[in-house]
Nanobody, 115 residues
Framework: QVQFVESGGGLVPPGGSLRLSCAAS????????MGWYRQAPGKQRDLVAS???????NYLDSVKGRFTISRDNAKNTVYLQMNSLKPEDTAVYYC?????????WGQGTQVTVSS
């Protein structure tokens, strides 16, 4: 059974930082490309950052230089370090795992940036 446990979301003022974690089970984690998506109310779900099985990373233009994705294959966990947060970063953030035709999603964690 594939399961993701996401944590680290919350309320933070503009300029603050959060670190999201997504611990996976039921998959061979090291084989999967991992990603973080976000969805704000009334908007589409967008890819924020991804990291391949080999460690290559990709970022949404609006978060480059502020967000960092990383993975720890020994812990089956992917992270998203978010710095210099802005109100427009407010959304539900979802962890995703992809390998060939398989694609799995976490339950989402709310990030709210507000003073």
């Amino acid at each position: 059974q594939v399961q993701f446990v996401e944590s680290g979301g919350g309320l933070v003022p503009p300029g603050g930082s959060l670190r999201l974690s997504c611990a996976a089970s039921g998959i061979i984690f090291s084989m999967y490309s991992m990603g973080w998506y976000r969805q704000a109310p009334g908007k589409q779900r967008d890819l924020v950052a991804s990291i391949s099985s080999g460690g290559s990373t990709n970022y949404l233009d609006s978060v480059k230089g502020r967000f960092t994705i990383s993975r720890d294959n020994a812990k089956n966990t992917v992270y998203l370090q978010m710095n210099s947060l802005k109100p427009e970063d407010t959304a539900v953030y979802y962890c995703s795992a992809r390998w060939e035709l398989a694609n799995f999603w976490g339950q989402g964690t709310q990030v709210t940036v507000s003073s």
